[in-house]
């Protein structure tokens, strides 16, 4: 084993030092995914690596993990040479990928015992091992069921229990709550917490959640491939002490505030934030506006996060967004015009009931979310809705077409962009763009015309040669935003579009969004981040099939009782009120 010269090996699992990594491309110049950065996470400590797409931070825990190798710098985990011995660091380490491979088709139980052959645990291991695992992920009564079957959260919590079926001496974690709702992402974490503390586990944890970074014990800041910060969450959201505000305005939405703020020159970030917006300020200026109540608040470690990006030159969101009109402004009758009617909605698979008698209505130019746990009904509502699923029973009218019967003139109607990349990724993004225009029956100078404003307005034009399975993951997401926007629809299906997506990245796309809106686009979207649920007009929120809460996000807030200030709290207290209720029935 190799000692870490001028560094106490002992007291750190991990210290990167100067490392780069690249990765070559056909006919192209090479890309840099990692440049001279130097990390350290300490023993028996939660790490967090955040930063935006394309930080490094997934190729920095796959270097830790000795599946990689640098080009330069020196990188020691657990005091072993990850160039000189990566199988040594694999031999004690436990490595969870964004994919983690779960066989479907095999239960639970034997999804743990494939991993536990894998790693050549003994069977008095197991025995020791396996029923802590069950108790840690409440998994036990589920050992039986196929993996396929399990819902995202449980999925994630399988996936966690297979990568700790030895006792590893390090945990890396590569986005582990990516899709997953609220409540099984706080149920993830207590996991994750109790092993730091009970066990004394060290964890590598990389995360878009700026949440989940605050209550890790020391965070990694990565952008661009290098390191922009290190240090504990109160450092970090030290810079942008006296800089941060609740504001809010009478007449506006907190969306269309937002948008406005976000565009001052002397504020660094403005995102909704419990029915206000919360604003970081370019100095510790006092941040005065007429007509709007400005209220100083306690900074937050996002705060101190986007201060760090305006500092390093990134500029999304800090420009006007263009309005964006795919069928012209709308008038003020348009706009009070219902463009979804939804009436005792009904889905069974089998004797399983997905969807149970759903009623709601949707306005011309309304943004309106769709939120739950996952397997709570809310996909399968999406894609009736979407004209991709029939629906058992009830009545359902998309742009005035009754999809029971004429699903395919209602698609005519809309746009749908899939939580998961859909497009081609062997052709470019004009190929993508042209295969879609036609399909969608644009032809000619038309096609033309519209492949030109989608190129422009989400800043695709010096990418339109490049394949669109090579790009970044936010300009992949632009990407099918622009396709499904081309036949110009009156309403556009969003499901978790910014799932994985740094925080720069959900702001530049719901600015986007709210364009839409006020042109009189009417959007429907789910999501598992409740602070994206503020830029709704309305939300429902759905668990095993019922309808259990619908209004704007005050009401919804309130609605979960008192001392409920964030939609996250209101969407727990809610979906845990109707479990209870459905338990004592």
Not at 35 to 42: M, Q
Request: aromatic fraction near 6%.
């Amino acid at each position: 084993m190799s000692s870490i010269e001028g560094t106490d090996s002992n007291s750190f699992v991990l210290v990167a030092c100067e490392i780069t990594k690249e990765f070559a491309r056909e006919k192209l110049a090479p890309v840099r995914a990692l440049e001279n950065v130097s990390v350290e996470a300490k023993r028996g400590a939660l790490t967090a690596l955040v930063g935006p797409d394309g930080a490094g931070k997934t190729t920095l825990l796959r270097l830790a993990a000795g599946l990689m190798r640098a080009e330069s710098g020196s990188l020691f985990v657990l005091g072993i040479d990850a160039k000189q011995n990566p199988q040594q660091i694999q031999d004690r380490i436990s490595y969870m990928p964004q994919r983690f491979g779960l066989y479907e088709d095999l239960s639970v139980q034997e999804n743990l015992d494939l991993y536990a052959d894998l790693h050549g645990v003994s069977a008095a291991s197991r025995s020791e091992r396996y029923p802590r695992l069950m108790e840690m992920t409440a998994l036990a009564p589920f050992c039986n069921r196929l993996a396929g079957k399990l819902s995202g959260g449980m999925k994630q919590k399988l996936g966690l229990a297979c990568t700790l079926v030895r006792s590893p001496e390090l945990l890396l974690l590569d986005e582990p709550t990516v899709g997953v709702d609220p409540l099984s992402r706080r149920e993830l974490w207590e996991i994750v917490h109790r092993l730091v503390e009970q066990e004394a586990l060290s964890v590598v944890v990389s995360t878009s959640y700026m949440d989940e970074a605050e209550n890790c014990s020391h965070v990694v800041v990565l952008h661009e491939g290098r390191t922009l910060a290190m240090g504990s969450p109160d450092e970090i959201r030290a810079r942008a002490q006296d800089r941060t505000y609740l504001v809010a305005g009478e007449s506006q939405s907190p969306r269309n505030l937002q948008l406005q703020l976000v565009q001052r020159a002397d504020v660094a970030d403005a995102v909704p934030h419990g029915g206000k917006v919360r604003v970081v300020t370019e100095s510790a200026r006092p941040l005065q506006i007429d007509g709007l109540t400005i209220e100083a608040v306690r900074p937050t470690l996002q705060d101190g996060f986007m201060l760090l990006l305006r500092e390093r030159g990134d500029q999304r969101m800090l420009v006007p967004t263009p309005e964006l009109e795919p069928a012209g402004p709308p008038t003020q009758t348009d706009q009070s015009t219902t463009v979804i009617e939804v009436h005792d909605l009904v889905r069974k698979f089998g004797d399983f009931t997905a969807v149970d008698r759903t009623s709601f209505q949707v306005r011309r130019g309304e943004v309106f979310g769709l939120l739950g746990p996952n397997g709570a009904g809310k996909t399968t509502t999406f894609r009736m809705l979407c004209g991709l699923l029939p629906a058992t029973g009830g009545t359902l009218r998309v742009a005035g077409a009754d999809l029971r019967h004429a699903r395919a003139e209602a698609r005519r109607r809309i746009g749908y962009v899939a939580q998961k990349f859909s497009l081609y990724g062997d052709l470019s993004v004009r190929e993508n763009l042209e295969f879609f225009g036609g399909a969608y029956g644009l032809r000619n100078q038309r096609l033309k015309d519209r492949i030109g404003w989608v190129l422009e307005q989400f800043e695709l034009s010096a990418m339109q040669s490049m394949g669109a399975g090579a790009m970044p993951g936010g300009f992949q997401r632009r990407l099918a935003m622009a396709a499904a926007l081309l036949h110009e629809p009156e309403i556009l299906f969003l499901d978790e579009p910014t799932s994985g997506a740094d925080p720069l990245a959900r702001r530049d796309f719901w600015a986007r969004i709210t364009s839409l809106s006020n042109c009189g686009t009417t959007v429907i979207v789910t999501t598992h981040f409740m602070e994206e649920a503020e830029y709704c007009d309305r939300i429902m929120i759905q668990d095993a099939g019922a309808m259990l809460a619908m209004g704007t996000p005050a009401e919804v807030r309130a609605s979960a009782g008192p001392n409920v200030d964030t939609m996250e709290e209101a969407f727990i207290a809610i979906v845990e009120q109707g479990r209870s209720a459905r338990a004592a029935a």
